[in-house]
Nanobody, 123 residues
């Protein structure tokens, strides 16, 4: 069982930056592929970014490539999402997810989820 707690959300103007953090309770955090999803009002949850166990492999949704960066610190059991050049369409609840499946070309799906953190980008 893994517990995930996100933080770092808030209100920011378009063009600004935020850094989301996700702290995991797992003693074997290094074994998990980690990722971020988001869900805007009235829309389905969508994939944002994923990172493998070592941090050496990442993948992003086309809508955030070049603006968002996912990273992890296994010593701190944490994963991060640095979001730059934010746009109003990035407004959503952002969720951290952990998967027991290895990083692959298949769509990332989470086995464990955090409660989410709200990101609001004003125009």
């Amino acid at each position: 069982q893994v517990q995930l707690v996100e933080s770092g959300g808030g209100l920011v103007q378009a063009g600004g930056s935020l850094r989301l953090s996700c702290a995991a309770s797992a003693r074997t955090f290094i074994r998990y592929t980690m990722g971020w999803f988001r869900q805007a009002p009235g829309k389905e949850r969508e994939f944002v970014a994923v990172i493998n166990w070592s941090g050496g492999r990442t993948d992003y949704a086309n809508s955030v490539k070049g603006r968002f960066t996912i990273s992890r610190d296994n010593a701190k059991n944490s994963v991060y999402l640095q979001m730059n050049s934010l746009k109003p369409e990035d407004t959503a609840v952002y969720y951290c997810a952990a998967s027991t499946r290895a990083f692959s070309n298949d769509a990332f799906t989470g086995d464990y989820w955090g409660q989410g953190t709200q990101v609001t980008v004003s125009s």
